[in-house]
């Protein structure tokens, strides 16, 4: 009986010790992992452009620390409340360029118009949100004429299903942080759908001389693209070349 007992109690310790060399090699492990990895702010799922991101949009992925990238963000905190500018994909790491807290949003001095279709004439295809543009009024029994000097700032374009206008597979703000004009110019060619809506970064006396031009039919706008949005410098061919 002592026999049996005798091997019972030294399985028992076999077994305990097979138990504690395994935890202090996961511990090990873990210790290493962390020592050659960092954890990284991700997506759960696909996020589209101009979408505001909550913290149940987030987790964390762990990635070896020779791979991480300046601009990739640590923090869930400091993420959650930030808009997309570009779209990002799951388990993606979020990079800093590719968020914004006000990127859109009126200075002090403006509010966010969204311009009734009726006052708009035509309006360039290739304009997308976070773009300058520049505003022309046309009217009958008058010349068109510049409406303002200055540039105005687009603050989204979206389709008649509400959706924000832009290439999906190849996202003009992705060729722009690439410097890629080639992209930019395909980007702009392709979307996912036509402008129906378009709103502007207006101060209240540029809105108001809108209203006043178009309100009554008898000036509408043209709305065109300035080559500012993606710092082209102006090029002219033709004449003079």
Not at 28 to 57: N, W
Not at 144 to 150: D, G, I, K, N, Y
Not at 220 to 226: G, N, R, Y
Request: net charge negative; with cysteine.
């Amino acid at each position: 009986m002592s026999r049996k007992r005798s091997a019972g109690i030294s399985v028992a310790a076999a077994l305990l010790s097979v138990s504690v060399v395994y935890g202090l090699f996961h511990m090990q492990r873990l210790q290493l992992e962390k020592q050659e990895t960092i954890a990284v702010v991700v997506p759960k799922r696909f996020i589209e452009a101009g979408k505001r991101l909550e913290m149940e949009d987030l987790i964390y992925r762990r990635m070896p620390r020779d791979t991480l990238d300046k601009d990739m963000l640590l923090d869930a905190s400091a993420v959650a409340g930030m808009e997309t500018v570009v779209p990002l994909g799951t388990n993606e790491p979020i990079l800093a360029w590719k968020i914004n807290r006000y990127r859109l949003l009126p200075a002090g001095s403006e509010s966010t118009f969204q311009i009734p279709r009726e006052y708009v004439r035509s309006i360039s295809n290739g304009i997308r949100a976070g773009d300058k543009v520049t505003l022309y009024v046309s009217g009958e029994g008058e010349p068109s004429r510049r409406l303002f000097e200055e540039l105005i700032t687009v603050a989204s374009v979206k389709s008649s299903g509400n959706t924000e206008i832009d290439n999906m597979q190849n996202s003009n703000l992705l060729s722009l942080a690439d410097d890629d004009k080639a992209r930019m110019y395909a980007s702009r060619r392709d979307a996912n759908g036509m402008i129906d809506y378009i709103n502007l970064n207006l101060t209240e006396a540029q809105w108001l001389l809108i209203d006043g031009y178009c309100k009554e039919g008898a000036g509408k706008l043209v709305i065109a693209f300035s080559p500012e949005s993606l710092n082209v410098p102006e090029e002219r061919t033709g004449e003079g070349s």
